[in-house]
């Protein structure tokens, strides 16, 4: 592939992530409740907090998946939306005085600067049931109950103490603790891996007849990419503030979370996460052709500017 | 019934109710991770809170409903454990210092008191996939997926903005403020009456040949129990405090909360608890003999002394 077909390939790409985000707005806006529904304040905080923004990169991964083993988007969506309602719920009690303590959000207020902490409060402990509801009921997810019950269950252990807020637990315990390189990979593995990878494993879930090895091969996928993110992410911190702030430390070293930079160097962790890269796409050799939507996004997701 | 007859039934249902705590404290203590596990200091914080009080009120109305049906208490144990544990994420949620601001709790220091608010924020976030978790794949439970899926919608919309987090925002939102009686019916339908609806519904919908009069009997008992549970707290903090503060305002009223006392009086209150408490037990005739359990449940939840 020459540079310039790839660069076309890539402009499509940006496309498709378009077209995603387009389709998750219209999605997450037709499924929240209105906001002249009673409760209205709380509607309409969670309607601000879900709307108008993100880079809906979960949603993709359960799109770019569902393309790869050829299942429509329609099928999916239902799937998308829990997905990316439970990351904004995650979003919106992170952001909380009581966590990170943050203002801003996507450039706008955080939740419970535009509403108030009991309502933000109430707004993630309100998406939790709301995401499994979708899941439990949505009339275009496959009909059999068997898979719906494995999708529940999928999301319930990816945001439980074995996932997501199991992560946060480990990531508060390890402020100004130095932790090992293992233990930084379960924190990650927990904190943003496992949503990751129930993105990738719920449109897996929605096609029965997968092979055992093609499941594998997408949980070894989801697994690396995952990992690479997130390294990527703490790459962002540190590299970013370089570039714009003229120093070498970011928001993470200074609240004392462990960042691999801090651990393994710069230059090691842009290692590591090229070799995670290459892990994640040579999991994907298995779909030949078909996986494009899934490489695509892969390089899309780990080639971000910085 | 003579009255000797009728204390000698009281005593015996106070053994049942104890057997019942008992019997929550044992599954309670065996499903949730253990405080070995990491994230550690998560798994003994959702510990503090889950285990060790409470009157397992919610609970004690599966077993009661499955009693009524000739339905195992083994069968419904797991759906009792994942209704006690929504229960207790939204008690650990309310006393944050964004909610309610209670130090106590059962006369012990609330989660975040013990722990620190960002875990009492994890604790609640953390529960309510755990409940999920239990009514996906608990052994015990019906093993028909598609029982499973309408136990796990049933406590999605219990517990979201049509039930106990719509009921906070409204409640959130009325300080201060004169709501109207059906208002106030509206808040408390959703805050406390949706999960004692879904107490009883889990336990019905374990009953899969239920003829639907039996349900709809089923479901106007709890709408009746849940309110005039609710008009009795309300009643208690009001008559509670005479006695032993020998003031005539209690803590809801200093916080601006709408109570039916403060709307209609005390003697009215009583009266409409009175007549819903004769409405549930006229919705248990159809059952006869064998709706003892949920009739002895109701008596001794809707005479508790003040």
Tied chains: 1, 2.
């Excluded at 998308?80 to 966590?99: F, G, N, R």
């Amino acid at each position: 592939m020459t540079s310039a077909v790839r660069s076309a390939a890539a402009a499509d790409f940006d496309a498709r992530m378009e077209s995603w985000r387009a389709r998750m707005e219209r999605a997450l806006d037709a499924r929240l409740p209105g906001a002249d529904a009673v409760p209205s304040r709380l509607h309409e905080a969670m309607r601000y907090a879900a709307l108008g923004g993100g880079k809906r990169v979960r949603p993709a991964l359960v799109f770019a998946t569902a393309a790869t083993l050829g299942i429509d988007e329609d099928t999916v969506e239902a799937a998308a939306c829990a997905i990316e309602l439970v990351h904004v719920y995650s979003l919106v009690h992170d952001d909380l005085p009581a966590m990170d303590d943050d203002d801003l959000r996507r450039g706008r207020p955080t939740c419970h600067k535009a509403y108030d902490e009991a309502t933000a409060l109430l707004v993630g402990d309100a998406m939790q049931p709301l995401a499994f509801h979708w899941l439990a009921t949505d009339p275009k997810l496959p009909p059999s109950p068997a898979v719906r019950l494995r999708l529940i269950d999928l999301m319930a252990q990816a945001i439980g103490t074995a996932g997501m807020a199991g992560g946060q637990a480990i990531d508060l315990q390890s402020e100004g603790r130095t932790l090992s390189i293992a233990e930084v990979d379960d924190m990650h593995a927990r904190k943003t891996g496992a949503v990751i990878r129930a993105s990738v494993m719920l449109a897996a879930e929605c096609a029965p007849q997968l092979p055992p090895e093609h499941r594998a091969s997408l949980e070894r996928f989801a697994a690396a990419v995952g990992l690479a993110f997130q390294i990527q992410d703490d790459l962002l911190d540190v590299i970013g503030d370089v570039a714009t702030l003229g120093k070498a430390t970011g928001a993470d070293r200074e609240r004392g979370k462990p960042t691999y930079p801090a651990l393994i160097g710069v230059e090691a962790s842009q290692a590591r996460m090229r070799r995670l890269h290459e892990e994640a796409l040579s999991a994907l050799a298995l779909f030949g052709d078909g996986a494009a939507p899934l490489v695509n996004l892969s390089n899309w997701l780990l080639s971000r500017e910085y």
